[in-house]
């Protein structure tokens, strides 16, 4: 496998430390009673991350297993459902509530800005009688962060539950889990948290818990089901055998996070020179405003082959860049600077690159994009 400059929205760079972490020796998590004190402290870090005081457990999968967990656990056949949609995810969402029986009723918001609270308390004044609402922070396919401190506390109200897919914003963005009522959050291990891909990190209010108690008809499945992990401490069992090294490694980036200063800032600042590059350079960015701190979309030029210019900038200099998919395949390009890859360095080399690329196929830019970056403070 080649060294490539990654820079996706996600899975991203892994730190030395971290890949380190990973080549510790295993035990067996299903007998060794010192790895459930390693989980627990996995899972606290996660809570103080996140600012909670509720339930926390690691899923053993990529973060789609969260959002499917979340919906598989409180999703009852003829619940009414919210969903929050101003992209791929958010109406993909309305799928699992299909999945497992519910009734989808979707709340659009524009495509390239966030969804917006007032118009959520005007459709909510309406009809608000939903079992449960699901939201995406931030939606990587347009680069765009959604209010979710404010859209969460407004369902809340409503006595709505909230699911909050926040797989690519923690740690790029501000989360107080609590603060904002949010009842389950979904975390990605392979995004700003900067581990291996695998495992989605996951909260649960006692509000989600009660309603899964609750049921009347008991949860279909198990590896989706989160009440597998109810008493996991209390009885010092898994469900399933843990993938020891993964969360030895998450350990560490967990550390890495909480050891900075302002990790969220880091990602902002980035995130802002990256945008004012790609605007200097005469391309366009997709989002109209709500820009995210992790992912930058920009409108893929009409002359732009995108599978062309991909190859080539892997081919020749080794730099993975993202496309889009869905609807926004073939006019969305998009530049990951979530987690490790929040670095000015790896960003000026991304734009040394991304401009070869582009000129290769013809695109004349107004400014050169590396120099440009490189003289914004």
Excluded at 186 to 193: D, M, T
């Amino acid at each position: 496998m080649k060294d490539y400059l990654m820079m996706t929205p996600g899975p991203t760079t892994i730190r030395e430390n971290v890949r380190r972490a990973m080549m510790q020796p295993i035990t067996n998590p299903d007998l060794d009673g010192d790895f459930f004190t390693l989980y627990k402290e996995v899972t606290e870090q996660f809570k103080q991350l996140v600012d909670t005081k509720e339930a926390a457990y690691i899923l053993c999968g990529e973060g789609i297993l969260g959002l499917e967990a979340a919906c598989a656990s409180l999703i009852e056949p003829g619940d009414r459902v919210l969903c929050l949609e101003n992209g791929i995810f958010g109406k993909g969402f309305g799928d699992f509530v299909e999945m497992y029986g519910g009734q989808v009723v979707y709340f659009s918001g524009h495509p390239q800005k966030g969804i917006d609270p007032e118009a959520l308390k005007i459709f909510l004044e309406k009809d608000h009688d939903f079992k449960m609402a699901t939201l995406v922070h931030c939606e990587t396919p347009s680069g765009i962060t959604n209010p979710v401190h404010l859209l969460a506390p407004i369902l809340k109200e409503k006595g709505i539950l909230t699911v909050v897919d926040a797989v690519s914003a923690v740690g790029g963005e501000e989360m107080h889990a609590d603060a904002w009522g949010i009842d389950i959050l979904l975390v990605g291990s392979q995004k700003c948290l900067s581990a291996a891909p695998g495992l989605t990190l996951v909260t649960v209010s006692a509000d989600a818990i009660a309603a899964m108690e609750n049921r009347k008809v008991p949860i279909v499945g198990f590896y989706a089901n989160l009440m597998i992990w109810k008493e996991w401490e209390s009885k010092q069992w898994f469900p399933y055998t843990q993938p020891i090294s993964d969360i030895y490694g998450l350990k560490v980036a967990l550390e890495n996070a909480l050891a900075e200063d302002d990790m969220v800032a880091r990602h902002r600042v980035l995130a802002e020179r990256c945008r004012q590059t790609v605007l200097a350079a005469g391309l366009e960015l997709f989002p109209i405003e709500a820009y995210a701190n992790t992912v930058t979309a920009v409108q893929q030029p009409a002359s732009v082959d995108f599978k062309q210019l991909f190859n080539y900038m892997k081919d020749e200099y080794g730099l993975l860049m993202a496309g889009a998919f869905g609807d926004l395949e073939g006019k969305v390009i998009r530049i990951g600077h979530m987690g490790e890859n929040a670095n000015a360095s790896m960003l000026s080399r991304m734009f040394d690159v991304f401009q070869k690329g582009l000129e290769a196929q013809g695109v004349q830019l107004d400014v050169d994009m590396k120099q440009y970056f490189d003289s914004i403070n």
